[in-house]
């Protein structure tokens, strides 16, 4: 768990800790914009239909690849702070000798 004293030590990263809550931030604010584009199509239906379809079909789509995408940067930042701990585990043990 994240501690207060942890903002101010450089001996634990915080980004592990808090980067679940920001990927859930980012899936709320793909699905607001997703939402708002499907409403923004469905009212030009009544202008042009094609074109209000495509505005519906590329916003969920949009919305779904949104949401792929920032699971995978989240995912790329984990892995990434992941190596550094395991490449520290090798280093403690010795692991790099010349």
Request: glycine share 12%; aromatic share 14%; charged share 15%.
């Amino acid at each position: 768990m994240l501690d207060f004293r942890d903002l101010f030590q450089w001996d634990r990263f915080i980004t592990p800790t808090i980067i679940k809550a920001f990927y859930w931030l980012v899936i709320v604010l793909i699905a607001l914009y997703g939402l708002q584009g499907v409403f923004a199509g469905l009212a030009l239906i009544g202008v042009s239909p094609f074109v209000g379809f495509v505005t519906v079909l590329a916003s969920v789509v949009g919305a779904v690849v949104g949401i792929v995408m920032a699971r995978i940067g989240t995912e790329f930042v984990l892995i990434v702070f992941r190596i550094n701990e395991h490449l520290g585990a090798i280093r403690d043990q010795g692991g790099m000798q010349r």
